[in-house]
């Protein structure tokens, strides 16, 4: 009788394992999705002024003048000449933020929990910074901005964009950083390094590539918006790759309230 309980005590763990993995990836999508919601909504409360915020957007164009980098007329305009080119960046940065962020969280959840942990953790990271910058430095995207030759693409051309992110939700004071660029350039890396084939890879290091242009071919930032959303993603990676390291959490209150333990030479480094 022993002998053939065993099997059975097996099949009902076999059973077991895929609804654990389930409930898992269930628990770890609400947890983002509520993330995402409760970033938004953030955002859309922490909205500064407009004199606040297009002021400060002037200071960014004469930076990038000082700079000799205030190119984004120039750099739309070719978008502009073509219907096509307009459509293909509006959908990139419609529809390749974060329904393609979604899709690609899911595969990683599923296939690399542990990469996925490292990913999470570095968006809830690099989102928390950028709420403090959105309330302190609150800026006008450059579509905004009277006199500078630049288009509103994204809603002169589509709806789609005020669907998935409704207006309620959206501090349009909210340019720098581009987290269009930085969350993407995070989702890439994700990509890259678990893809096991060349094409999968390909797309890791076009999408970011993509989404870089489009923030500027829509005229939703600047250039210097997507390069500090990067930094700040990277950033981001690199707290969240260390977090790892000690098995913390961004949320460990050993992290921020107890002082961190030094392992001693020899023995790796340990949460509790």
Known sequence: MRLRSAPADGSIEAR????TARL???RELGMMLAAVIAYFAIRGLVE???RDA?????HVIDFERSLGIFWEEQLQRPFLEYSILTTLMNWVYI?????FITVVAVWLVLSHAAEYRV???AFLISGSAGLVIFLFFPVAPPRLIEGIGLVDTVTEHSRAY?????PALVNQYAAIPSFHFGWNLLIGIGIVRCARTAPVRAIGVLAPVAMFISTIATANHYLIDPVIGGAMALAALYLAEWLRGRRL???SRELWFKPMKVAPPGRPPHAG
């Open 48 to 50: 500064s002024g407009s």
């Open 24 to 26: 898992a990836v269930v």
């Open 119 to 121: 990913i999470r953790n």
């Open 95 to 99: 529809y390749g933020h974060w329904p």
């Open 16 to 19: 077991r394992a895929p609804a």
């Open 54 to 58: 297009f002021a400060n957007a002037w």
């Open 162 to 166: 005020r669907i998935l992110q409704p």
């Open 249 to 251: 959490s961004p949320f």
